[in-house]
């Protein structure tokens, strides 16, 4: 029995989400406010844990835990859960990056199965900003420079805003 409770998951054997050297703790509730929460809301539960930061040229950068709840191939992923942390973090780089959005458009390309209860960098640069429009690009990569996808969001700025 005790040999089996060792290979539970416990919350204190999550891997640690500090950011590289150079890179500074971002505060993403005191931007956009407590609206993240699909993604980011619960920092001790068992579907995702989120750190984000700016990386040494001030793009947002965001390390990521996917946990047990977040399955959908068995051992994997699910690919939805994927998709909501390129929606939060790449429109969460429009913001940081001074503007007012929603995303209109998240195209994303699945590369890889990633692995549960990985720790993931997700890096994210504003492409290009024109009228109400703002494109951003970003990935999921794993050790190694893995890349298990990427994504290109269409942001359109809030009127007013």
Known sequence: ?????????CLKEIPELAGEPGWSPFDAPALVGDSLRFVSGDPTGKRFRVRYYRDCEGQLVARIWFGPETEGPPGNAHGGSIAAVLDEVLGLAA???????????????????????????????????????????GGIFGPGDIIYAEA???CITLPGR
Not at 1 to 9: E, G, I
Not at 107 to 125: A, M
């Open 152 to 154: 290109d969001c269409l």
């Open 1 to 9: 029995m005790a040999d089996k409770a060792k290979k539970l998951p």
């Open 95 to 137: 913001w940081a990056a001074g503007y007012a959005i929603v995303v209109g458009k998240l195209n994303i390309h699945f590369q890889k199965l990633l692995p549960l209860r990985t720790v993931v960098e997700v890096r994210s640069r504003v492409v290009s900003a024109e009228g109400r429009k703002v494109m951003v690009h």
